[in-house]
């Protein structure tokens, strides 16, 4: 059963045709990387898992899991740079709430803190810390939004390649523990490295399959000049 | 100085006036973070002129001044927000254009009547006079409502200024949150403006937030902060308009120019000591 089943979805940005006609399925457990280049409609597609923009024809279907209980990694912003805001008051504003955070969202943000290895930087600000730990505080906030699903939007946008591989690991190592994994990405060699699924977009047409077939597959030779064995 | 507050309160305008100010000021700092914190400090800045235009008009036709300034501010508020999402004209342009235009019809009205007079000098740069028993009510309602909102929301607010595109996923209407911000941020400025001038209020909205962010490090530390701040200098400008006769705008706006470069020497302090 398929936690989201897109069939032919279409989607419009700016009254042009952004995503056309692009079906896929994520399964439990799947590590799917959204692969294509700009202006293919990745972003477009993003909205549209997340509820925030409605196809104009196809279905997104979901099941076991809802557009809103995605952990959502979005890129950052110029904003955030130098934004003063502790670590914890990020990663505590991915719980749910009505108004005020309770006793269990609390819980749930330091225990996503600590699973992240970030529990030492609780009271620091976020401003100040390190582009890897940035994207760390992201990500222990999208897992207070989701017990399932993660979407990350191009995580390794911006770190040196030393932390881009930690960053890299540490998300494997969540999708091993049972998180299901949707990845944008431009680094089409750690998206074929690590992904199960690889979802291509173009402007006529999209693959989707798995990483092996689309190795094999044209749009796959083209981006990855060949490399098969990796 | 005891003979001087002495002094200072036996005056019922300065009274009025600083519970006035107090509370705008307060309300002001807190709406301030987020605006500053999300780009969108020349709202207040904009705003502010469209309260002038609304102020010029309403003497022109012999309307009580509240009554026609309250409905133009805050259908500019929602026009700015609105324009600020779709980008036709980028947020920053879209206000320049606003303001400018506001301040130029407000010129014209008075102009072709009443000509440029006292009255409207005091809306440019404020009255301590200007504050009476209704508008002390009304300011005693306002921030409640304002304070109220600002404290049920806190966590949305936050969230939505940190990351609106986060919010958005896990479902926060975002943009009923920038809206509401943007109203409560209109409502103080018509209700404070007549007392620190048209020009001058959106110093109350910028200043506090700015300063406290070159020191405090989380996102509630800002907000306490530049309620105190914002407090301290309205009380502190205010004493000095009444001890040194100067406009009690100016003054304000003064003091917290100052207490920024104050606190602009703090964050050198505690940077080398680390």
Known sequence: MALISCENVTMKYDGQTAVDNVSFRVEPGDYLCIVGENGSGKSTLVKGLLGLLKPVSGKIVFDGVESSEIGYLPQQTMAQKDFPASVYEVVLSGCRSRMFYGKEAKRRALMNMERLDIGSLKNKCYRELSGGQQQRVLLARALCATEKLLLLDEPAAGLDPVITAELYALIAELNESGITIIMVSHDIQNAVRYGSRILHMAMHGAFFGTTGDYLKSEEGRRMTGGIEDV | ?274
Do not use: Q
Request: charged share 10%.
């Open chain 2, 1 to 274: 100085m005891f003979d001087f507050l002495t002094s200072l309160f036996s005056y019922a305008f300065i009274t009025r006036a600083l519970i006035v100010g107090v509370l705008v000021a307060l309300c002001a700092a807190l709406l301030g973070v987020s605006l500053v914190l999300k780009r969108y400090s020349m709202i207040g800045d904009g705003l502010s002129h469209v309260g002038f235009g609304a102020l010029s008009v309403s003497l022109a036709l012999g309307v009580a001044p509240l009554e026609v300034s309250l409905p133009v501010v805050a259908l500019a508020a929602f026009l700015l927000m609105r324009l600020g999402e779709n980008s036709m004209i980028k947020g920053d342009a879209a206000i320049a254009i606003i303001s400018s235009s506001a301040i130029a019809i407000g010129i014209i009205v008075v102009s072709l009547t009443t000509g440029m007079n006292v009255d409207v000098y005091n809306y440019m740069f404020g009255s301590i006079l200007a504050m009476s028993e209704s508008d002390v009510m009304l300011s005693v309602l306002v921030s409640a409502v304002v304070l109220t909102l600002y404290a049920l929301f806190y966590n949305k607010i936050f969230a939505v200024t940190f990351d609106e595109s986060f919010a958005r996923a896990i479902g926060i209407r975002a943009g009923r949150y920038n809206m509401l911000v943007a109203m409560l941020t209109a409502l103080i400025i018509v209700v404070g403006m007549r007392m620190m001038g048209a020009l001058l209020i959106s110093s109350l909205i910028i200043f506090p937030a700015v300063t406290s962010m070159r020191v405090f490090k989380s996102f509630k530390s800002v907000v306490i902060c530049s309620a105190a701040v914002s407090v301290f200098c309205f009380v502190a400008g205010i004493v000095i308009s009444f001890a040194w006769s100067v406009p009690a705008g100016a003054a304000v706006v003064a003091v917290n120019l100052t207490v920024f470069f104050l606190f602009c020497a703090v964050k050198r302090v505690l940077m080398g000591r680390l």
